[in-house]
């Protein structure tokens, strides 16, 4: 395992539908997903607007949205033309597209991968995941939040969990590659991407005894992180984030109607401290 120097990431974030007619873009009557608005804003801009506020983040690349969508959006074109992130063409799956920006991104900076639909991405949660990605010191990091503190603070919302015997975790869409060795980590997500499927298949790649005792509830998060690493040939650690809403995705309809919701909610609550 070889570690990169303690340089700021490159950001990678994909901005491709992955259905020719996604309903949210359809919904919010854009051109693809990533530019629906919430709070006013297309979601695709919060982002780069989050990782622009972050110190740990040097440069972005862009992997989507397709060209005939960037070239008849003023506004992301000018963006690119300012060098605020380099563009990239998506490829025909999410993995794919980040087998092609890794192949880009600078060879002596960690890599961090999210997506255009977090729409409620802050600077603070970028900066933690990545501070605590590097503290791991392992060579690929994904930041988990808790289910529990998830439906505390967002009581009603839909979101998958994965539910090990130390607790239920929801994915956030954060990703650090933070080696050489890890990038291979995205080659290996294109495997599984593949075999989705296939279940037979996936299991065999997975191991069927620890998919048994994921499935009788007794396999711990750091079991089956030692696992994947061991399967993977990489090390594969988790960041536990203390921020909620770093689990809010905009997969559905219902999820941009919730995630303008928590939006609107957040801004009027920050423009009342500012009177106060």
């Not at 709070?39 to 506020?53: C, F, I, K, Y």
């Not at 289910?147 to 994965?162: A, L």
């Not at 954060?174 to 037979?200: I, T």
């Amino acid at each position: 395992m070889t570690f990169m120097g303690q340089n700021r990431f490159t950001a990678v974030v994909l901005a491709a539908d992955r259905n020719p007619d996604d309903p949210v873009a359809r919904a919010a009557g854009v051109a693809c997903k990533a530019l629906a608005p919430v709070g006013g804003r297309p979601m695709l801009l919060r982002v780069l607007d989050a990782l622009a506020g972050s110190p740990a983040v040097g440069g972005v690349i862009l992997c989507g949205p397709p060209e005939p969508v960037m070239q008849r959006d003023a506004g992301l074109r000018r963006l690119r033309d300012d060098g605020r992130f380099r563009w990239l063409p998506p490829e025909n799956s999410p993995s794919t597209s980040a087998l092609a920006a890794l192949r880009v991104a600078p060879t002596d900076a960690p890599v961090l991968l999210t997506t255009a639909d977090h729409a409620l991405l802050r600077p603070e949660v970028i900066d933690h995941f990545c501070r605590e990605a590097r503290l791991h010191g392992t060579d690929v990091a994904a930041g988990l939040a808790s289910y529990e503190r998830v439906m505390e603070r967002f009581p009603g919302m839909r979101r998958t969990r994965t539910r090990f015997s130390d607790g239920a975790v929801c994915g956030c869409n954060l990703f650090a590659f933070l080696s050489p060795e890890g990038r291979r980590a995205a080659d290996l997500w294109r495997q599984v991407e593949n075999d989705r499927k296939h279940p037979v298949r996936m299991l065999n790649r997975l191991g069927w005894g620890v998919v048994v005792r994921y499935l009788l509830g007794r396999l711990s998060l750091e079991a089956a992180l030692s696992h994947v690493s061991r399967r993977m040939g990489v090390t594969v650690g988790a960041v536990r984030l203390p921020f909620a809403e770093a689990a809010v995705d905009v997969d559905t309809v219902a999820d941009w109607h919730f995630a303008e919701s928590i939006a609107v909610r957040r801004e009027t609550e920050a423009a009342g401290r500012g009177a106060a």
